[in-house]
């Protein structure tokens, strides 16, 4: 029995040391960036006129930094996209590791779907946010890979034909739509396939928004690199991450799927807190 405990033991402890660490750290240093990002948004947007109302210079300069941060096209706007394609690429990656990406999707598919409930009653209404587009993509890779008999080389030649043709499809998309803007305005129900799908911008919003076009075509484009790049599963860097400095930034790429679901009521939340206590005492103004 002692025997049987021990090789169970170590084979845990085998699955565990073979984490690929730089995805991991990757993955956790997006989400980071993606939870300063609302925390500054919270405070420009939900927070910004109580706050600069309180006549408080030090508290009024915070919000001043937090809507210019907001507004810059440099420091989110940019920074926004780069992380999305990163995140989208690391998603692409992890299905090639996953034992099963049909288990994943569906998963992503009811959190994404509470969201989708929760956001409506909180007045955000996320219609097809980013934890959407990553549910139909790893269920799109899912479909891929059964329709090519689980043959990784195969699979990961059709992800990566079919992840160009989305990206290229939607830059001409876009393109033909900036110089005629009626050409693909068509219905505001089908926002899922992509931007250039709205026919009137006036009457669609949604608080997270990244369509199948073009970030599925980026996770597509991150499953092709996972076989071609990881094929033993192993990290590509194992000497620069045997001092484990990076744990603390890996700690939340593993668990970032409930980040991503949990984070901006936390968020609001402790900003409620920090101004019921110290910035408006006795108000939590989201309240």
């Not at 936390?266 to 409620?272: D, E, F």
């Amino acid at each position: 029995m002692n025997s049987a405990l021990l090789k169970r033991s170590n084979r845990l402890e085998s699955k565990s040391s073979q984490r690929i660490w730089e995805l991991d750290f990757l993955r956790g240093v997006c989400v980071l960036l993606m939870v300063f990002d609302h925390f500054m948004y919270d405070i420009a947007d939900l927070f910004d006129k109580a706050w600069i109302a309180t006549g408080k210079e030090s508290v009024i300069q915070i919000v001043y930094l937090a809507q210019e941060y907001i507004n810059s096209s440099l420091l989110r706007s940019t920074t926004q996209h780069i992380v999305v394609w990163i995140f989208a690429l690391l998603c692409g990656i992890s299905c090639s590791f996953s034992r099963s990406n049909l288990k994943r999707g569906v998963q992503a598919c009811i959190i994404a779907g509470i969201i989708t409930i929760v956001s409506y009653f909180m007045d955000a209404d996320i219609k097809f946010g980013i934890l959407h587009m990553f549910a139909f993509s790893i269920l799109l890779w899912w479909l891929i890979d059964t329709v090519c008999c689980h043959n990784k080389m195969i699979t990961a030649g059709v992800c990566m034909f079919v992840g160009i043709m989305i990206i290229t499809m939607n830059a001409g998309f876009m393109a033909t739509y900036k110089a005629n803007p009626q050409a693909f305005a068509q219905d505001n129900n089908l926002f899922f396939i992509g931007e250039f799908m709205l026919g009137n911008r006036n009457n669609f919003f949604s608080g997270d928004y990244y369509p199948i076009f073009p970030t599925t075509g980026y996770m597509l484009l991150g499953a092709a690199l996972g076989v071609l790049i990881y094929p033993k599963k192993k990290s590509l860097l194992p000497h620069l991450g045997k001092y484990d400095w990076y744990k603390p930034f890996a700690f939340w790429g593993k668990i970032a799927i409930w980040v991503y679901a949990l984070h901006q009521v936390v968020v609001v939340v402790l900003l409620a807190i920090i101004s019921f206590i110290f910035i408006t005492p006795g108000n939590f103004v989201v309240i």
